[in-house]
């Protein structure tokens, strides 16, 4: 900006208190200007030289037009909008405003920072202008700036700057007709095998080169930004419509299409993208994001790499929104509450116990079954709380209410609950809420639920079985059944699959598969229950070939917990039903099946 040589100009030469002041400002340390009210510089202080460094510019005399600052900052504002507003800021310095303020000074090598503050001398009315460099702080704020806009490992603006780009839209295009902005939601098909395969390290590399691609693919001026994990959303404006919108999509997904090669590894990538539209006026911008993430979704699970969002979502968007509303009201109010099957101790006929099925009850009193809202509750996350509804008042019917005889009874717990380790915790808590004996409760889980992560499981299993609390592995026989499953987990009970119960009676390989299972639990030491047993056949059979216990529809269906006690506790109401002789319970089941 001024060179290093320079100490002094005068043009005319200063009166004797302005002489005083030009060797005051001389010999400060920090960069200073003396000048006078009309823009002409007086003197500059020794301090430059550290200012300029080894930056090569003219001297002062020659870099200033006529000795005046004003009139070299205006004419260097013809090669450099940078020194346009440095100019307007000096004049208003010299006008009397005393100030101090931020501003950006284009020097040889780049834009520089300086805090620039000036005053006037009261003896002789010149102004002091000085430079206080904070360009290394301006750089370290832009740069958290940037962290907190952009994600780290690529590089894209993150989240934040989605829904502030689409604010924006929101605003630009009121009164703008014809053109729309599309927003494009994206996410690669099947990158959890990426990185189980082949490493998180190739996972990121893959994200790089997909972030790199998108750039490339997308025109200037579209918003390219990563939300996290494997999606991405492309911001379009400008578009005339669906099928402009549709060919944008098409030539994403052709550029991530293409072969890469990551570590030595060639790999093809594939996606799936939603797109919606955001017209002229809309404000809602969440839910533009929202739209094209379903539309994503719905082409994901069609395999037909896009699908715009339209009528059809959008009507499935607003039921989905309104019944999840519902559920997540109906677990708070109650509504949502376990109803109970009856366990049988098949040689005896007694009920020994009890499995807690959920139950919506709305308010007209119609029942919903789980199979109607369970799929609901697993995808948005409400399968945790209705869980711990559902074991709650199963605890308090077993303590306070109508099921005080019974001896056990089992809850369902889900994979978010054994993954996360919140089983341990509640059911800790509803043991000390209720004073439920925990020998009392068995707590079931999936074989998918503690293979999502064994080890995480199978220390939280153990935690639980330390309280004195019973496990069962449901559905056993489906899925990933192992020998190694009972061994590894802290098993108590093993349900046998209602899908091998229905065939028995057909003989073949599900009957030896259920003698197998039968054979093994016994071998072991543990309960065996059988699920879904509907008749007297499949009953005779499980009985033969040493089946303890089981449940199904021919022994009762699931009721209300005020139900489930009046059909099956003694007329002393303290005790489980009486046990019946085997002749006379065959007699009763042969008659419940021809009536």
């Known amino acids: 900006m001024f060179s290093q040589n320079a100490t002094v ?43 300029l460094g080894d930056a090569q510019v ?55 920072w300086f805090i620039v503050a000036s005053s006037t001398v009261a003896t002789s009315g010149l102004h002091v202008v000085s430079l206080t460099e904070i ?42 007709d014809a053109l729309e902005t599309a927003v494009l939601f994206l996410d690669l098909d099947g990158f959890k095998a990426v990185n189980d395969t082949h490493g998180h390290g190739a996972g990121d590399a893959v994200l790089s080169e997909v972030a790199r691609r998108l750039k490339t693919a997308c025109r200037a001026g579209d ?13 379009a404006s400008g578009l005339t419509g669906e099928l402009e919108a549709l060919a944008y999509a098409d030539r994403l997904l052709s550029a991530i299409a293409l072969p890469m090669n990551v570590q030595d590894h060639p790999l093809s990538i594939t996606a799936s993208i939603g797109v919606a539209l955001s017209t002229p006026g809309d404000d809602a911008s969440g839910a533009v994001l929202r739209n094209a993430d379903i539309a994503m979704l719905k082409a994901k699970a069609q395999r037909s790499g896009h699908r715009i969002f339209d009528g059809v979502l959008d009507s499935a968007r607003r039921k989905r929104a309104d019944s999840t509303d519902a559920l997540r009201q109906a677990i708070t109010d109650g509504s949502v509450r376990p109803w109970f099957q009856p366990v049988v101790h098949l040689p005896s006929g007694s009920v020994v116990g009890a499995e807690a099925l959920v139950r919506w009850v709305r308010a007209d009193a119609t029942v919903v079954p789980a199979v109607s809202f ?35 009874c089992s809850v369902n717990a889900s994979s978010l609950q054994i993954a996360s380790g919140l089983i341990v915790d509640e059911v800790a808590e509803v043991l000390s809420s209720t004073g439920l004996d925990p020998d009392r409760m068995i707590v079931e889980v999936t074989e998918t639920a503690v293979l999502s992560d064994p080890d995480a499981a199978r220390e939280h299993l153990r935690e639980l079985v330390a309280m004195g609390v019973r496990i069962a592995l449901d559905d056993f026989g489906t899925g990933y059944s192992s020998l190694s499953h009972l061994a590894d987990f802290p098993i108590d009970v093993v349900k046998l699959d209602r899908s091998f119960t229905s065939k028995i009676s057909q003989q073949g390989r599900p009957l030896e598969i259920a003698r197998a ?23 005779d059979l499980l009985l033969a070939m ?50």
């Not at 930004?225 to 911001?235: M, S």
């Not at 559902?390 to 005080?404: D, H, I, N, S």
């Open 374 to 408: 369970i799929p609901l509750a697993e995808s948005t996350g409400l399968i945790g709380p209705l869980d711990r509804a559902v074991m709650q008042m199963t605890a308090e019917a077993m303590t306070e209410g109508p099921l005080r005889w019974l001896p056990r």
């Open 135 to 176: 360009t290394e702080r301006k750089k370290a704020e832009a740069a958290l700036a940037h962290q907190a806009t952009h994600d780290a490992l690529t590089g894209l603006p993150n989240r934040g700057v989605v829904a502030e780009r689409l604010r924006q839209v929101g605003r630009h295009q009121r009164g703008v």
């Open 58 to 112: 003219p001297d002062v005399e020659v870099w200033l037009a006529g000795g005046n600052l004003l009139q070299a900052l205006d004419a260097a504002a013809a090669f450099n909008d940078g020194y346009a507003h440095v100019a307007s800021r000096l004049r208003a310095a010299l006008a009397g405003e005393r100030s101090a303020e931020e501003l950006a000074i284009p020097f040889p090598g780049g834009r520089r």
């Open 517 to 539: 299972v039968v054979g093994l639990g016994s071998a072991l030491g543990l309960t065996v229950v059988a699920e879904g047993v509907e008749n007297v056949e499949q009953h």
């Open 9 to 51: 100009t005068v043009k005319p030469s200063p009166a004797p208190a302005s002489e005083e002041t030009a060797r005051v400002v001389r010999v400060l340390p920090t960069p200073t200007l003396l000048v006078e009210p009309d823009g002409v510089l007086i003197a500059v202080s020794d301090s430059w030289r550290g200012l």
């Open 223 to 235: 918003l390219v930004a990563r939300l996290g994990g494997d999606e991405f959303v492309v911001i």
């Open 546 to 595: 040493g089946c303890t216990f089981a449940q199904g529809y021919l022994y009762g269906a699931a009721t209300a917990p005020e139900q489930f006690g009046a059909a099956y506790e003694d007329a002393e109401g303290s005790t489980p039903m009486a046990a019946a002789s085997e002749e006379r319970f065959r007699a009763d089941l042969s008659r419940g099946a021809d009536a």
